[in-house]
């Protein structure tokens, strides 16, 4: 039993690489595309620059290959390749000649678009050859006479027997992606990790100061929890279980000579016991909702939606389960978000959409209100910034008075 569940995870395991690797492939032909026709618009310009008319150019092609860069670096961290930038690279001509990070990013680009732009090309065409040549036998009968059987452009098929043999090229085109495609990402991503990362000269120290904050951040809002944890147990939960305990006390005193008022004692005693259980829950969600568990993100937001104090609708788009503190954070901004919506907005509406794409989770919360929603206001935006700076994320207020106010969180939910 054992080795049949390791089997099984070995498999699953095999296939989630070979997909996420299937994903950065065909996100690496994208923008080696982008390079490519970057790379033959700066060869011209550097052709025109001998004649003396691309010396204009140069600075525009120059903010191009950075703007690039930083896209590239963006898309490897969506996939888990995280690549320290370095300081911003000048554009002047004769400053970027003798600049490294620009040298060593005009190497990238002449990489990328070549090797990357060859196995994101393979990353694109290999599932579409093993869907292309599994289904054959389906097709076969539609193909026209003469027309090759495989993916590859080789042989014919004149009856069933021969085309029900085609897909076991595609057989072999799924293995190829099983074993071969991580490598494949690795080597396509391998020239940025390279050349696009910060030089060991480069000066850290604005990137350890933003980590130190998000750091700071992360535990300001842990410690903010806890005592918001604390203090709903000791208001609440610790004083209604005292006073289960007195009149516990008071009803088994009295239950000898005044029966009726022992049991009138005993019912506020179930009473205060069941309203301390109540609060006991409340704080149990407020940790970790079971809801999410249950139902995941998408049935969790319904269920806030719902019991929402303004008419709420949802647009959820999740493909996957998010990682458990992922979904907390976002259940916690809708929450906190709907709840300021109820007090704050004087909304009659409000909408909330929320997309993960590309290792990225966005959270959008729209609301018709008067707008004018402030953090220093103490609407509970502080506490939603803490909590996703703790994901190394990014939220966007917009909120001009007299409404709409619009409020965004993105944040990485990769596993």
């Given at each position: 039993m054992g080795?049949?569940?390791s089997w099984k995870t070995a498999v699953a395991s095999s296939l989630s690489a070979a997909l996420a690797a299937l994903r950065q492939l065909v996100g690496g032909f994208g923008t080696a595309l982008l390079a490519l026709a970057l790379l033959v618009s700066i060869v011209l310009t550097a052709i025109a620059c001998l004649a003396g008319v691309g010396?204009?150019?140069?600075?525009?092609?120059?903010?191009a290959v950075h703007a690039l860069a930083r896209r590239e670096r963006a898309r490897l961290a969506r996939h888990g390749v995280e690549i320290i930038a370095p300081d911003p690279a000048p554009t002047r001509l004769l400053s970027a000649l003798a600049d490294d990070i620009t040298r060593r990013e005009l190497r990238w680009l002449a990489t990328h678009a070549t090797l990357g732009l060859l196995t994101g090309l393979l990353g694109l065409l290999l599932p579409l050859f093993?869907?292309?040549?599994?289904?054959?036998?389906?097709?076969?009968?539609?193909?026209?006479?003469?027309?090759?059987?495989?993916?590859?452009?080789?042989g014919t098929a004149d009856s069933w027997a021969q085309a029900s043999v085609v897909p076991l090229l595609a057989v072999g085109w799924i293995a190829i992606i099983l074993g071969l495609g991580p490598g494949l990402a690795r080597l396509q991503s391998r020239p940025a990790v390279r050349l696009l990362a910060a030089g060991p000269g480069t000066d850290l120290t604005l990137r350890i100061a933003e980590l130190t904050a998000?750091?700071?951040?992360?535990?300001?809002?842990h410690a903010v929890e806890l005592r918001r944890i604390e203090r709903s147990l000791h208001d609440g939960t610790q004083n209604r279980l005292v006073s289960v305990t007195v009149l516990l006390g008071a009803a088994r005193r009295m239950v000898?000579?005044?029966?009726?008022?022992?049991?009138e004692l005993l019912e506020r005693?179930?009473?205060?016991?069941?309203?301390?259980?109540?609060?006991l829950r409340a704080v149990a969600r407020g940790i970790l909702p079971p809801v999410l568990a249950d139902r995941g993100l998408a049935g969790a937001l319904s269920g806030l939606a719902a019991n929402s104090a303004v008419p709420c609708r949802t647009d959820i788009d999740l493909p996957e389960r998010c990682p458990a503190s992922a979904e907390a954070s976002a259940y916690f901004v809708v929450a906190e978000a709907l709840t300021n919506v109820a007090k704050h907005s004087g909304a009659g509406n409000v909408a909330v959409t929320v997309r993960s794409r590309d290792g990225r989770l966005l959270v959008r919360i729209d609301d018709d209100g008067h707008g004018g929603a402030d953090e220093s206001g103490g609407s509970g935006l502080t506490g939603i910034r803490r909590r996703i700076a703790a994901h190394d994320g990014v939220l966007r207020l917009t909120?001009?008075?007299?409404?709409?106010?619009?409020l965004e969180v993105e944040f990485p939910c990769g596993s």
């Open positions: 080795s049949g569940q010396l204009l150019l140069a600075p525009v092609f120059l903010r093993a869907v292309r040549d599994i289904s054959f036998p389906l097709l076969w009968p539609l193909a026209p006479a003469g027309s090759s059987s495989t993916s590859l452009g080789f998000t750091r700071a951040a992360a535990l300001d809002a000898a000579r005044d029966p009726a008022g022992a049991e005693a179930q009473s205060a016991a069941e309203q301390a259980l109540s609060e909120s001009p008075p007299g409404g709409p106010t619009v």
